[in-house]
């Protein structure tokens, strides 16, 4: 099974910008989709950006459109998050797995803390 390894969270100012790592171990096709997704405390997990592994075709959440790019390294099985403008309410623990279907076992995360 497929496993996620997320990376790059920290504190980050209002208005500064991140970029979130996610490295995948086994294959990953190009008819995959991938997806980010974040958890704030209290909240289910949500769905955040997917991407379309072959050709690139994205897919956001209204609330991050425009702040936030999903990208992908299909050589390296990388998928980014770049968060740009980030708000206090991005503040969560983002996780990454298929963006369609998720796989049952999630990685562990890396956490955002957005605040001035």
């Known amino acids: 099974q497929v496993q996620f390894v997320e990376s790059g969270g920290g504190l980050v100012q209002p208005g500064g910008s991140l970029r979130l790592s996610c490295a995948a171990s086994g294959s990953i096709f190009s008819t995959d989709t991938m997806g980010w997704y974040r958890q704030a405390p209290g909240n289910q997990r949500d769905l955040v950006a997917r991407?379309?592994?072959?050709?690139?075709?994205?897919y956001y959440v209204d609330s991050v459109k425009g702040r936030f790019t999903i990208s992908r390294d299909n050589a390296k099985k990388t998928v980014y998050l770049q968060r740009n403008s980030p708000k206090p309410e991005d503040t969560a623990v983002y996780y990454c797995?298929?963006?369609?279907?998720?796989?049952?076992?999630w990685g562990q995360g890396t956490q955002v803390t957005v605040s001035s």
């Open positions: 797995n298929y963006g369609i279907r998720p796989n049952a076992c």
């Open positions: 991407i379309l592994m072959s050709g690139g075709s994205t």
